[in-house]
């Protein structure tokens, strides 16, 4: 009886070990990084117009893209920036003349989860015992999805190659979640790139 | 590791409820304040503790035994900004801090055998910590064994002659390791103490 007391406030209390996340939302994570050197103030900018998507499958909508580079364009625009239209070909990205190219890229990823055979793995009551068998647990799988954002300096470009000078990664659960609530968080979170070093200063 | 510290707990429960014809042990449920570092951490109150304990009386004032448990402080912090170099992240911050004290302790009873009776004592011992932060879904984790001490005051309230009401205050301090810096908390235990 002492032991059942004791073991059943045990319980009790390693049941109401914390969760954490509760929503969606709650994982959604905004990451910038920036070359010091390169000079922020007053840039022209191309924003390319397709976004890269990463993924051989093309299991990421592209329903949201126009949706995407239409906030970039707003948050730069916000932010005192000139927009250059977009020249037909890659070449012209060079010959144009901007500051900084903007390009956006997308893809998908999946996380596995495991949850097995939690404590006790083998007690009883009263003649009787439980335990669980060899293998036993719950696999889950959560879809993440990720959108980059890159500035790069034209004037860089050599062998084929640019110099990045700011790149933002935004990154998301995206099971379970309508439409309308992935548009808003994709929104927030570019928002957010843009609201951390360099374009605070 | 959780489930590691758990069968720890459970083991120390199953010794309790076996000395315990010989020995005095008690289950309590705990609330712990946070203090100092701890506090910085997580702000927040623990509603989440359990302890086991069991002491053998050496003479009818004196008695020597162990204290096991677990406590753990969670605190949501909601969404943050922060800034390494040249790098920002903003996400939403979790925060968990999990200590399982396993101690020996010796305790002095004043009038044991009054119907309320009260002690004083003291364990020491090793500390499990697990400092965690989670952020958006990304896990930062240190954990140690750290040294500690616990002093304690308690009362006993007789219900039957083999059953106390028991409620106790504990500070808990452990000292800085390699990765955790000293930490404290007072935990409050209310539950029952059963005697021989």
Redesign the interface.
């Known amino acids: 009886m ?2 059942l ?3 059943l ?2 319980g009790v ?2 049941g ?3 969760k ?2 509760k929503y969606a ?12 050197s390169f000079d922020f103030d007053s840039l022209s900018y191309i924003l390319v117009d397709t976004i890269f998507h990463d993924d051989d499958e093309e299991d990421i909508s592209r329903a949201y893209d126009e949706e995407i580079l239409q906030r970039i364009e707003s948050n730069m625009n916000n932010l005192g920036f000139d927009r250059i239209p977009t020249p037909d070909s890659p070449a012209g990205l060079i010959q144009a003349e901007a500051d900084v190219v903007i390009t956006v890229s997308a893809w998908s990823s999946t996380s596995i989860n495991y949850y097995g055979g ?3 793995p083998s007690w009883g009551w009263g003649g009787w015992g439980w335990y669980y068998p060899p293998g036993w647990g719950f696999v889950t799988t959560s879809t993440y999805g990720s959108i980059l954002i890159d500035m790069s300096d034209p004037t860089t470009y050599q062998n084929e190659q640019v110099g990045i000078v700011w790149s933002g990664l935004i ?1 998301g ?1 995206v099971d379970n979640s309508s439409p309308s609530s992935i548009r808003s968080r994709i929104d927030t979170e570019i928002d ?1 790139c843009f609201t ?2 360099p374009f605070n200063n | 590791m959780k489930k590691n510290l758990l069968t720890l707990i459970f083991s120390a429960a199953i010794i309790a409820s076996v000395f315990g014809q010989d020995w005095n042990t008690a289950v309590t449920y705990n609330i712990g304040l946070p203090l100092g570092n701890t506090s910085d951490f997580i702000g927040e109150s623990s509603f989440r503790g359990v302890m086991v304990s069991g002491d053998y009386f050496l003479e009818d004032e004196w008695t020597v035994g162990f204290t096991a448990g677990i406590q753990t402080f969670y605190e949501e912090l909601g969404r943050n900004t922060y800034s390494e170099g040249t790098v920002t992240a903003t996400g939403d911050e979790f925060r968990y801090l999990t200590a399982a004290p396993f101690l020996v302790t010796g305790k002095y009873h004043f009038d044991r055998f009054n119907p309320i009776s009260a002690h004083v004592g003291v364990g020491a011992g090793l500390y499990h910590m697990i400092q965690t932060v989670e952020f958006s879904g990304l896990f930062f984790e240190d954990r140690n064994w750290q040294l500690g001490f616990m002093p304690e005051a308690g009362v006993g309230i007789e219900m039957s002659a083999s059953t106390d009401f028991y409620i106790a205050a504990q500070y808990n301090y452990y000292l800085e390791s390699k990765d955790i810096s000293a930490q404290s908390y007072i935990a409050f235990n209310v539950g029952f103490r059963f005697k021989p």
């Open positions: 002492r032991l007391f004791y073991l406030l045990i209390v390693a109401c070990y914390p954490g996340p939302s709650e994982l959604d994570l905004a990451i910038t990084n920036y070359d010091e939690y404590y006790p990154n659960m957010i951390h070093p």
